[in-house]
């Protein structure tokens, strides 16, 4: 089951791009023995200011047509590790060939976009800055992969 990151902003190298390169190579590596993976991010940018609106139709056209659709929203739904590692299984064992998983830009998902989503993910109530949240996001797809595959990498 392939992985999309499909987000509003460019990031650029340095340390946060590197973490976030390495959580997705772990995550690629630890994945391919349970079906998951490769993962991809496709970055897009509304450069006409367009705002909610237009950060979603670009979004729209960057999350692949038959994926689950997985935005993160501070009014999402806060996960325990290991339940978002199962609802990685179950969308992967339900048959889904891909899941996109989508975060927005600074002023956060359009309500219509947003709708649309099998599941609506939050970090927590704080707001976190683009960056983190891809890093966390990356982070927390390894950590399910670990967790699937029965490593000792999340310990309870």
């Known amino acids: ?13 340095g340390p946060e791009k590197q973490l976030i390169d390495d959580y997705l190579t772990r995550f690629d ?13 496709i970055e897009v940018e509304d450069r ?8 979603a139709a670009l979004l ?24 978002f590692a199962n609802r990685i299984a179950d969308f992967r064992d339900s048959g889904r060939s891909e899941i996109a ?6 002023d956060g998902i359009d309500p219509a976009l947003r709708s649309d989503a099998d599941l609506t993910l939050s970090f927590g109530q704080m707001v976190w800055p683009h960056m983190m949240a891809r890093a966390m996001l990356a982070e927390q797809l390894y950590r399910a992969a670990s967790i699937l595959a029965g490593s000792p990498y999340h310990r309870v």
């Open 101 to 106: 998983f989508v975060i927005g830009g600074a």
């Open 1 to 13: 089951m392939k992985i999309s990151l499909c987000v509003v902003g460019r990031l650029r190298t």
């Open 29 to 41: 590596r630890t994945g391919r023995a349970l079906s998951l993976g490769p993962t991809r991010v």
């Open 48 to 55: 006409k200011g367009g705002g909610m609106a237009a950060e």
């Open 60 to 83: 729209r056209k960057a999350i692949p047509k038959e994926a689950a659709l997985v935005v993160l929203d501070e009014r999402g739904r806060t996960m325990s590790s290991p339940d």
